[in-house]
C-alpha cells in the first residue's frame, strides 16, 4: 500500500506563498503520475496539478500561471509551489498517485489525508 503524506499547508495572506510538499513510501516513484487536487468546504473535490514521470506538467486552468508542480524522483517528492494566493484557493490540497497523467480523480489509486491552506483576505 502507498503511503503519500503532504506538508506544508497554513495560514496566509492573499498575495503570500505557500510550498506545498508530498512524499511517497512506494518503490518505482519515477514510474508514475503525481497530482494535485483541492477540495474547498462544501465543494467537490478538483483538479489542480499533474506531472507526468517525465516531468511533463498540466495545470488547471484557475490557476493561472501562479502554480508550479515538480517532483524529485531521487526524493520521492512532489511539490507544488504556489504564489499569489487567493482566497477562493482556501481548500484542503490533496496529493495523489496513479498510473497515468489526467485530471479525473479516479484515475488515481493512492491518496494522502491533505493538508489544509487557509488564505485570508
Known amino acids: 500500500q502507498v503511503q503519500l503524506e503532504e506538508s506544508g499547508g497554513g495560514l496566509v495572506q492573499a498575495g503570500g506563498s505557500l510550498r506545498l510538499s508530498c512524499t511517497a513510501s512506494a518503490r518505482a516513484f519515477s514510474n508514475y503520475a503525481m497530482a494535485w487536487f483541492r477540495q474547498a468546504p462544501g465543494k467537490e473535490r478538483e483538479f489542480v496539478a499533474v506531472i507526468s514521470p517525465t516531468g511533463g506538467t498540466y495545470y488547471s486552468d484557475y490557476t493561472d500561471s501562479r502554480f508550479t508542480v515538480s517532483r524529485d524522483n531521487v526524493k520521492n517528492m512532489v511539490y507544488l509551489q504556489m504564489n499569489n494566493l487567493k482566497p477562493e484557493d482556501t481548500a484542503v490540497y490533496y496529493c495523489?498517485?496513479?498510473?497515468?497523467?489526467?485530471?479525473?480523480?479516479?484515475?488515481?489509486?493512492?491518496w494522502g489525508q491533505g493538508t489544509q491552506v487557509t488564505v485570508s483576505s
Open positions: 495523489a498517485q496513479g498510473p497515468v497523467v489526467a485530471t479525473s480523480e479516479s484515475q488515481y489509486v493512492s
